[in-house]
T-cell receptor
Framework: KAGVTQTPRYLIKTRGQQVTLSCSPISGHRSVSWYQQTPGQGLQFLFEYFSETQRNKGNFPGRFSGRQFSNSRSEMNVSTLELGDSALYLCASSLEGTGVNTIYFGEGSWLTVV | AQSVTQLGSHVSVSEGALVLLRCNYSSSVPPYLFWYVQYPNQGLQLLLKYTSAATLVKGINGFEAEFKKSETSFHLTKPSAHMSDAAEYFC????????????FGDGTTLTVKP
C-alpha cells in the first residue's frame, strides 16, 4: 500500500509569490492534516480536512489555506509568501474509525522563500 | 488547551545504554499521547500511542512509554540503544481521539555514540 505522497518535495519561491503543495493520502484515508515544521517554532498544526470539509484550523494567518477533493487528495496554498514561511510542510492522513486514529505522515515538502 | 514539554532538546547515550526521553503534558481532559520519530529528511513515524487501555505502552523498535497521571508524564524508554536509534523524537497530545489535530513538543535529538 502506498504511503502518503507529497509533491513537490523541494521548491524555492520568491517573496510575494504564492505556492501550492499537494498531498495524496493513503488509499481509503479520508482525513488529511497539514503541519508546518520550522527550527524556531517546531511542529505547528495548520488545518485538517475530512470528507472535503475543514474540520479544524490552527492559528495561522489567512494567507494559508487548503482544500480537499472528493478523492481525499488535499492541497494547501500560501499566498504572498514571506521569508518566515520557509519550512517543511508535512501532510498526514488517517483512517477514521473507533478508538484513537493513527496518523501517517508524508516525507514533506521543503519550501524555501528567498 | 493542551501542551507538551519535552525536557532536554539533546540527549546523548552510548550504544547499548538505556534511552530515556522525557515528556510532560498538560491537558484539561484525559489525554491521548503519542511518540513519533523523525529521521533526517523524512516525515514522522509513530512509535507508540497511549489510549488509556494500559499505562505501559509498547511500541516499535523496542521502545516503550509509561503513562503516569500523577506526574503528568509520558516518558519514552528503550533498554539498549542502537546506532540506528539516532533521530529526533517528538511527544504529542491530541484533542480527543482525533490524532489529526495534535500538539507537539519541541523535539529531542537523540545521539548514539559507538
Amino acid at each position: 500500500k502506498a504511503g502518503v505522497t507529497q509533491t513537490p518535495r523541494y521548491l524555492i519561491k520568491t517573496r510575494g509569490q504564492q505556492v501550492t503543495l499537494s498531498c495524496s493520502p493513503i488509499s481509503g484515508h479520508r482525513s488529511v492534516s497539514w503541519y508546518q515544521q520550522t527550527p524556531g517554532q517546531g511542529l505547528q498544526f495548520l488545518f485538517e480536512y475530512f470528507s472535503e470539509t475543514q474540520r479544524n484550523k490552527g492559528n495561522f494567518p489567512g494567507r494559508f489555506s487548503g482544500r480537499q477533493f472528493s478523492n481525499s487528495r488535499s492541497e494547501m496554498n500560501v499566498s504572498t509568501l514571506e521569508l518566515g514561511d520557509s519550512a517543511l510542510y508535512l501532510c498526514a492522513s488517517s483512517l477514521e474509525g473507533t478508538g484513537v486514529n493513527t496518523i501517517y505522515f508524508g516525507e514533506g515538502s521543503w519550501l524555501t522563500v528567498v | 488547551a493542551q501542551s507538551v514539554t519535552q525536557l532536554g532538546s539533546h540527549v546523548s547515550v552510548s550504544e547499548g545504554a538505556l534511552v530515556l526521553l522525557r515528556c510532560n503534558y498538560s491537558s484539561s481532559v484525559p489525554p491521548y499521547l503519542f511518540w513519533y520519530v523523525q529521521y533526517p529528511n523524512q516525515g514522522l513515524q509513530l512509535l507508540l500511542k497511549y489510549t488509556s487501555a494500559a499505562t505501559l505502552v509498547k511500541g516499535i523498535n523496542g521502545f516503550e512509554a509509561e503513562f503516569k497521571k500523577s506526574e503528568t508524564s509520558f516518558h519514552l524508554t528503550k533498554p539498549s540503544a542502537h546506532m540506528s536509534d539516532a533521530a529526533e523524537y517528538f511527544c504529542a497530545v491530541s484533542e480527543g481521539a482525533n490524532a489529526g489535530k495534535s500538539t507537539f513538543g519541541d523535539g529531542t535529538t537523540l545521539t548514539v555514540k559507538p
